[in-house]
């Protein structure tokens, strides 16, 4: 046995081993990626190989895979998510969504999931599920849904869509064109879309109404907390010349603009409005006082119309104008500590703000609700202080020794002034990516830059959108692929595969390379297994004297079947980081799929080819 054998039989060993490890996630994922490279890398130093191409397969070949065009799109199209996320830009599209529902939450994501596998048909499908990705993360959240339920269904469901035209996927105008190189067959646009509409949607009703409801949510610890947290704040609302509220009257002994708080007292000079409101109608030099929960307060004063403010608010107390820069501003909950020198006094005679530069914008007090300003009330031990600031006046409250911050309960702001802009990078990436005016990673690339120069991002939130499970698990894969490819392992398996199937009936050897070319989709590169396995298909078809384009089309579907792994297709992955997935979801959803898909060809395609 030489040393290319050797290597080959390790290869195998390597990859199934590794593909073991990331299943029974044991072990970080980012762990067995570098592992698993390391290995091959050994392997390939003790028993050197050299590649088709006459070249020596080097430790740079393994490495490679870390620079890929592909891995570099992912992460910057990451970045630019995370880029409307942070500025809310999708709210509003996300609330009309849900309004056109009718209410009907749950199937808010239905409509967008079926105009997302017909655009896959007629478009690239990486720009389609980057372009409705945060769509739908939005739409997740207005419904109070995990985003884990709909964004795994929408790459799948883009996939699908791809399957059903020639120009849906690269890997489909890869097959077509090397079959039109090497035999007489012509696939044009529609050749497949028929039978592509049947296995597509046996695929599809999985997709949009079985899976959502085993797919298993995943939320850090930050979210899990902030998710359960329902807690309401007293605040108040200063109402100044100019205010979005000024004028706004009660209706039905409420206000319309603060249908998410509860107006508890309208205090007008030295005179208090008690609910029921009626007729009554705001004017400067109110102040309101409302409890609301969280969220409702972060919504107030993150809006592009603030109805909270830190400079007017620190005005109201005396103190001088937040320094906190528009835009940059974080929210955490801190708790009175027993003994503090807070206990006793109200928030002016506190002086909280000149020690801390941290403005009080909420007081949440578990044995009773207080019907007063917050301003007026007298701090006890246990409180808890809903606080606003920059990044580096909320950390130097881990210091204070009146207050004890919840770290996990820190998060910035989203910057809606940038919403546009935000808009407008995210449009033009999609555009361009789409037409094919210029390649989707250099639109990514440049699209990231964009958001960074503009504000919409900060370079800290940037680098935290870079998902490494991700970085790594598509190196690691490319190296994996290296190896199988250099070594002749994939070659092996698919003249394994011609002559185990030799004397089959065609139905038979049809479902045979769908089952053999779908398992390994989703450990190589779909592209790759196209490439290997065409001349494989033209070859069965022509030793059992069947038409090609059926072993072709096989080919196409079953290339398409990366369903069961996140780097069995480049949707997968940028779906993972969003949608809090592991290695293991992707098994336990997409292997049922890819049986589907199987199940489905191998019972239509013999009918509908007269095989």
């Not at 849904?145 to 059903?164: C, E, H, K, N």
């Not at 070659?491 to 394994?496: G, K, L, S, V």
Request: aromatic letters at 8%; glycine letters at 8%; one cysteine or more.
């Amino acid at each position: 046995m030489d040393s290319v054998d050797i290597a080959m039989a390790l290869t195998f060993v390597v990859l199934a081993s590794t593909v073991v490890l990331y299943a029974i996630e044991r072990y970080p994922i980012e762990s067995i990626a570098l592992g698993s490279v390391s290995a091959l890398i050994v392997v390939f130093t003790i028993f050197p190989v050299t590649a088709p191409d006459g070249t020596e397969v080097t430790t740079a070949d393994f490495l490679a895979g870390f620079a890929n065009p592909a891995l570099i799109t992912v992460i910057c199209l990451l970045v630019i998510g995370q880029g409307l996320f942070q500025t809310d830009a999708l709210e509003g599209p996300a609330k009309a969504i849900v309004r056109m529902s009718r209410g009907r939450s749950h199937w808010a994501a239905t409509p967008i999931l079926i105009v997302v596998a017909i655009l896959s048909a007629f478009l690239n499908n990486t720009p389609v599920v980057v372009m409705f990705l945060p769509i739908l993360t939005a739409v997740a959240a207005t419904t109070g849904q995990s985003p884990a339920r709909v964004l795994m269904p929408l790459s799948f469901i883009a996939i699908l869509g791809g399957m059903t035209t020639l120009i849906g996927s690269s890997t489909n105008l890869l097959v077509a064109n090397y079959a039109a190189q090497s035999s007489d067959l012509r696939l044009t646009f529609f050749s497949f879309t028929p039978i592509g509409l049947i296995v597509a949607g046996a695929g599809s009703i999985y997709v949009l109404y079985v899976m959502p409801r085993f797919v298993k949510i995943r939320k850090t610890m930050a979210e899990e907390f902030q998710a359960t947290s329902g807690k309401q704040f007293i605040a108040q609302i200063e109402i100044t010349y100019g205010h979005p509220l000024v004028g706004v009257e009660s209706v039905s002994g409420m206000f319309p603009k603060l249908k998410d708080m509860t107006v508890r007292l309208v205090q007008r000079g030295q005179k208090p409005i008690l609910p029921p409101f009626e007729n009554v109608a705001l004017s400067p030099g109110d102040t309101v006082i409302v409890a609301a929960t969280r969220a409702a307060l972060a919504n107030a004063l993150a809006r592009r119309q603030p109805l909270m403010d830190t400079e007017s608010d620190a005005g109201s107390s005396g103190r001088e104008a937040s320094a906190t820069a528009p835009g940059s501003i974080n929210l955490a909950e801190v708790v009175v500590a027993p003994a503090s020198r807070l206990m006793g006094r109200t928030l002016p005679q506190s002086g909280f703000y000149s020690e801390t530069g941290c403005l009080v914008m909420g007081i949440q007090r578990r044995s009773r609700m207080p019907r007063m300003a917050m301003n007026d009330i007298r701090l006890e031990a246990g409180d808890v202080l809903l606080v606003a600031g920059n990044e580096d006046e909320i950390a130097r409250l881990r210091g204070n020794r009146d207050v004890l911050l919840l770290d996990w309960s820190t998060a910035e702001l989203p910057r809606r002034r940038y919403a546009p802009r935000a808009l407008l990078i995210f449009a033009c990436v999609v555009a361009l990516a789409a037409t094919g005016v210029v390649p989707i990673v250099s639109t990514a690339v440049a699209g990231t830059f964009a958001m960074i120069a503009t504000g919409c991002l900060n370079i800290r939130q940037a680098m935290r959108a870079i998902d490494s499970r991700i970085f790594m698990l598509v190196g690691a894969s490319l190296a994996g692929a290296v190896a199988l490819e250099s070594t002749g392992g994939a070659m092996a398996i698919a003249t394994t595969l011609v002559q185990v199937l030799e004397g089959a009936s065609p139905a038979i050897m049809l479902s045979a390379l769908f089952f053999i070319v779908m398992i390994l989709t989703n450990f190589l590169s779909n592209n790759a297994a196209a490439v290997l396995f065409t001349p494989v298909a033209l070859n069965l078809a022509d030793q059992i004297g069947q038409p090609p384009e059926a072993f072709v089309v096989c080919l196409i579907f079953a290339a398409n079947s990366s369903f069961a792994t996140p780097v069995g297709y480049q949707t997968n992955l940028i779906v993972m980081g969003p949608g809090h997935y592991r290695f293991n979801d992707f098994l336990k959803a997409g292997t049922p799929l890819t049986l589907i898909l199987w199940l489905t060809f191998s019972l239509v395609a013999p009918w509908y080819y007269g095989l």
